[in-house]
C-alpha cells in the first residue's frame, strides 16, 4: 500500500470519524476538522507535478481480488492528476465556503460532510483508478453520495424528485457502463485501462467494438449531462449551493468528461465516435445555452450553461479524437488543438462555474431569493460579489482579460480546423459545427450578461426581499475571490498551466502524439478568423441582450408537452402504470390460473425439448407380455378416474377416488408387491374417510353440486399433460440405457439378514429415506394437531371476549 | 336418543386383540415376509380406532393414557437413535447389524439392529395417525 492510497482513501476514513468531532465537538464547527482532507490531498498532491510535467507516469497497484483480475491500482499521469488536484483544490474551497454557508444550528453537519466526504474519496478513486471495475465502484458511488447530497433537505418534495431522477439517469448510464466494462473484458482479456490501451490496434477489428462504444459513452453521457440525460441537472439544484457549486459544476459531471478523454486512445480515429461524441457535444452546447436565457432562477441558469459548457468540452473532445486517425505528423497536430481546447476548457470552466455557483449561494443567502425578477441593483450593496460576478461571467462569456477568453478562441480553431476535414464525411456536414458553435456562443454570452446585470444592476427592490440585503462575510468571499484571481492569472500566464497541466493531460488524451505537442496559447495572435467569431458574438450578443424583452416571449411559445423532462415523467408514470397492468393481467390471485401457467410451461418446455432434442425412442423388446387380469383392472380403472372427472357429486367423486386407490391396491398384488398392497389398501381407506369427513363440513352456502361446467380450455391443457407425460414414460422406457442395480438387493438376506427385499431396502439399505418420511408424517401430525387447536384456542378467547 | 351398542361393544372387545395381534405378526414377519414397521403401525392405529368407534373417547384415555405425540416423537426419537448408536460404534450413520442367537426354549432367534428401526416407525406411524384422527374428532 503506498502513500497515494492512503491518500485516496483518506476521505472515506474522514466519513468515519466527522459524526464522532460533530458530536465531541459541538461548538466547533464541524466544516474546520473536514477542511484538513482536501487540503491535505491536494498538497501532496501537487508534489507529483514535476514528474507529470516531465513526461512520466507511476502506477502503484494493491491486489483486491487477484483471482477475478481486480486490484486497487492507482495510475498517475496528467489526466487523472488534474482531475484530482480540482477536485482537492476545489474541494478544499467547497469546505471553506460551506462552513460559513451552512448554519452550524439548523443543519445536520455530520450528514453532510460524510456524504460530501464519500464523494470526494470516490471522485478521486475515479480518476485515478487504473482496474476497471474499481473504476466503476467509484462511479457508482459518485452516484450514490451525490444523490444523498441533493436530498440533504430531504423534507423538501422538490429535492426527493430532484435525487431521484438524477439517481435513475445516472445510474442508468453506470449499468451501460458496467457492461462496456464486461465487453472490454472479453475483447481484451484485462481490467487493466493501461493494458487496454496497449492493445487497441486489435480492440478496433472487433466484432463488440461499437457496442462497447456506445455503452461506455451512454455511461459518460448520463453522468456528464449531455443531450438528451440533461434533464437531471437542473433538477440537482435543490442541493445546497456548495454542493451544487462542487459536484454539479467542477467534479461529478466531468467524470463524464474525464471517461471520454480516458478512452479517447482506443476509440479515437474512428468515425463513429468522432460523429457521436461530436455531435451530442454539440447539441448539448446549442441546446443547454438556448435554455438558459430563459430561465428565471439563478440557480437553473447556471445548470443549464454547465450543461452548454459541458457539451462545449465533449464536441472538442469528439473533434480532437480526428488526430488520432492520422496517428502523428502535421495534420494530427492541428486536430489537436482542440484537445488542447478541450482540456484547458475543462479547467477554465472548474474556475469560473466555481466561482459563480459560490455568488448565487451568497445572493441567496444575503437576500433570501435566487429568483431573477425579485433581483436587482445590488452592486452597490454588494460590491465584492458583484466584481466576482462580473470576472466569472465575463469568462464564461468568452471576454478579455479572462481565461474563458483564451479557451474560447481554442475553441472556435477546433471547430474550424473540424470543419475542414476532409475524413468521416466531414465534406458534406463539416461547415455546420463552426455555425452551430457560434450560435451558441452567442447565447452563452446573453446568459452571462442576464447573469450579472439582471442581479446587480437595475432598481433594486427592498421590499420583494425575504431578508435585508448586505455584503457576504469574509469567509464566504475568499473561496470565490481565489477562484476569480485563477481565472484573471490563467489569462496571464496561460503557458505555465500549459506546461504543467494541459501538455501532461493531452499526452495521455493522444499518447501517439506525445512529446510532439507545440502548445503556446497566446492572447493575441492576429486577424484571425476566430478573432472576427468573437467580435461577431459581442456585437450581436449585445443586440440580443438589449432587445431582450422584444423576443423573450418566443421561449413561451414552445409546447411544454415536447420537453424532455415532460417526456422522462410520462414515461416513468407510463412505466409504472404499463408493470401494473401487466402485474393485474396475469397475478389474477386465483390458484386454477396459477396452474394453468405452471401446466402450460410444463407442456412447453417438455414438450419442445422431445420434440427439439428428438427424445422419442419406442422399444417394445423389453415389454412384459399383459394378462387378463392386467387388462381388467385397467378398464376398471379407467371408468373409475371418469367417474371422478364426469361426476356432478361430491360424493360420487369421493367414492371415485376411493376406487381409484383399491384398484391401485389391485394392481399391486397383480404386478407382486404385497407391502405395497397393505399399505395401499390401508392408506386409501384412511384418505377417502378424510375427504368425507372434509367435504361433510363444507359450509352450506357454497355447497354446490351441479359440479363445473365444461372448460375447454383445461379440457385441451389436461389432454395435452396427460399425452406428455405419457410420451415421457414409454420414452424413457425406451431410453433403459443401464441394467437396474437391483440385483445388489438380492443379497438382502447375506447382507442385512432380510429375506423381505423391500423391507431390507426400507429399514436398512436406504433406511435414511425411511427416517425422513416418518418426520414428514410427524410434521404433519402436528400440523394439523396445531391448525386445529390453535383455532379452538382462538375460537375460545373470541367467546370469552 | 341414546342408541344401544352392544353388539358393536362386544365385538369390538374380541376383534381389537385379533387385530392387535395380527399387527404385532405383521410388525415382526416383515423381515422375511409382507409386512413391516410402517403398515403394522396402521394396523395398530386402526385396533386403537375401533375402540375409540366402539366406546367414548374418555373411557378409552382412561384405558390407554398415552400422548400420541409424545408417541410420535418418541418413534422418531428412536429410529434415529439406532442410527446414532452406529455413529458411537465408529459405524457410518444408520449402519445396521443381525446375528442369531440360540435361546433356550425359543431355540435360533434372529435379532436385528433394524427392527428397533422399524419399532421407531411403528410409535411414529401410530402416533402420527391417531394424533391426526383425534385431533379432527375433537374440532367437529
Redesign the interface.
Known sequence: MSWLHIFILLPFLFAVIIPVLYKKFPKIHTGWFVLAAPAGIFAYLLSYIPMVAGGETTMYSLPWIPSLDIHFSLYVDGLGLIFALLITGIGSLVVFYSIYYLSKVREALHNFYVYLMMFMGAMLGLVLSDNLIVLYLFWELTSISSFLLIAYWYARRQSRYGAQKSMLITVFGGFAMLAAIIMFYIMGNTFSIRELLSQADQLVQHDLFIATMILLLLGAFTKSAQFPFHIWLPDAMEAPTPVSAYLHSATMVKAGIYLVARFTPIFGGTMEWFWIVTAVGLITLFWGSLLAVKQRDLKALLAFSTISQLGLIMSLLGMGSAALYYGGGETSQLHSAAILAAVFHLVNHSTFKGSLFMVVGIVDHETGTRDLRKLGGLMSIMPITFTIAIIGSLSMAGLPPFNGFLSKELFFTGTLNAASLDIFNMETYGALIPIVAWVASVFTFVYSLILVFKTFLGKFQPERLEKEAHEAPWGMLLPPLVLSVLVIGIFFVPNVLADYALEPMMASILPPLEGQFDIYIEAWHGFVPELFMTIGIVVIGLLLYLTLKKWLWLYNNMPRAMTITNAYNSGLKRMESGSRKITDLHMTGFVRDYLRYIFVLLIMIVGASLFLLDGFSFEVSNVAPINLYEMILAAVLVGAAAMVVLTRSRLTAVIGVGVLGYIVALFFVVLRA??LA??QL??ET?SVA?YL?CFY?LPRLRQRDEGDGLNVMNLVIALAVGTLVTLIALSANGHRMFPAISDFYEGGYEL?????M???I???FR??D??LE??V??I???G??SL??L??ARRASDENQ | MKTNDVILQTVTTVTVFIILTFAAY?FF???????????GG??IA?ALILLYLAFDIELIHKGLPFDY?LL??V??AL??LT?IGAIVLQHP??S?T?EYVDFPFFGEI?L?T?VL??L??TL??V???L??IL??S???
Open positions: 404385497p407391502d397393505l399399505t390401508a392408506i384412511v378424510l369427513l363440513h442385512a439378514g432380510a429375506s423381505n423391500v423391507n431390507a426400507l429399514a436398512d433406511a435414511f425411511t427416517l416418518i418426520f408424517l410427524a404433519a401430525g402436528l394439523v394437531y386445529i387447536k383455532r379452538l | 405383521l414377519a416383515g423381515h422375511h415376509d409382507p409386512g413391516g414397521g410402517f403398515i396402521l394396523m386402526s405425540k410420535m416423537g418413534g422418531m429410529s434415529l442410527g450413520f444408520l445396521h443381525f434372529e436385528a433394524s428401526f422399524e421407531g416407525v411414529a406411524v402416533g402420527a395417525t394424533t391426526i385431533s379432527i375433537e374440532d367437529v
